[in-house]
C-alpha cells in the first residue's frame, strides 16, 4: 500500500509495475482508497458491445426506452469534455 503523494512522485514506475500485472493499493489519509492494477485482456478485444458493458454493469442503461444503441463501439478522442464528446456524438 502507497500513498497518494508516493503515487505522485513516481507515477510512471507504479504504471509500468501495474502494466506488468503488480496491483496497487493507493491510500489517502492511511485508508485504502484505490486499486492500480492492469488492464483486462478483455478490455482490449474487439467485439465488446454497449450491450455487454451495460449487463456487466460498466455502463447504465439509458432511462428514456425509445433511444437506439449503436451496435458498435463509437471512436472518441481523449482530453475532450464529456459533453462535447455527447454533442458530437449525438449530432
Do not use: F, K, Q
Not at 15 to 33: C, F, K, L, M, W
Not at 54 to 71: F, M, Q, T
Amino acid at each position: 500500500m502507497i500513498g497518494i503523494r508516493e503515487l505522485r512522485g513516481d507515477l510512471a514506475a507504479h504504471v509500468r509495475r501495474a502494466a506488468a500485472g503488480e496491483p496497487t493499493v493507493v491510500s489517502v489519509d492511511g485508508r485504502p482508497s484505490a486499486v492500480l492494477g492492469p488492464l483486462s485482456l478483455r478490455a482490449h478485444a474487439d467485439g465488446i458491445t454497449i450491450a455487454a458493458l451495460i449487463a456487466s454493469g460498466a455502463l447504465l442503461a439509458p432511462r428514456r426506452g425509445d433511444a437506439v444503441l449503436p451496435r458498435a463501439m463509437v471512436p472518441v478522442w481523449g482530453n475532450v469534455r464529456l459533453d462535447r464528446l455527447l454533442r458530437e456524438v449525438r449530432g
